[in-house]
Nanobody, 127 residues
Framework: VQLVESGGGLVQAGDSLRLSCAAS????????MGWFRQAPGKERAFVAA????????YYTDSVKGRFTISRDNAKNAVYLQMNSLQPEDLDVYYC?????????????????????WGQGTQVTVSS
């Protein structure tokens, strides 16, 4: 499974940004997908997850109400819509995939649930 993120960039506080993750693999529709982020010198942190069906999503508290994770199984893609961006959202964002995607999205709130990772995309928020 190969994952390629895109959509990162430089925005101002309060702006919106949509990250995309394109996945290879014939069985994408059975994967759970997640977004994590990492600041320099810090551990990678969970942001959001979505299970295979798309009906179960889960978010870390700091992004609830601002970020939305979604998926398009026909396009083998997962997205992270980020609204009301703040300087503390400045991080490298990583897409992750788990082939065992049939659990509730809460199950995927730790990095050890995922076997595949993208290379990351930088999000910079200026105040």
């Amino acid at each position: 499974v190969q994952l390629v993120e895109s959509g990162g960039g430089l925005v101002q506080a309060g702006d919106s940004l949509r990250l995309s993750c394109a996945a290879s693999g014939r069985t994408f529709s059975s994967y759970a997908m997640g977004w994590f982020r990492q600041a320099p010198g810090k551990e990678r942190a969970f942001v959001a997850a979505i299970n295979w069906s798309g009906y179960s999503t889960y978010y870390t508290d700091s992004v609830k109400g601002r970020f939305t994770i979604s998926r398009d199984n026909a396009k083998n893609a997962v997205y992270l819509q980020m609204n009301s961006l703040q300087p503390e959202d400045l991080d490298v964002y990583y897409c992750a995939a788990s082939e065992r995607g049939f659990y509730s999205a809460h199950y995927y709130s730790t990095s050890d649930r995922f076997a595949y990772w993208g290379q990351g995309t930088q999000v910079t928020v200026s105040s």
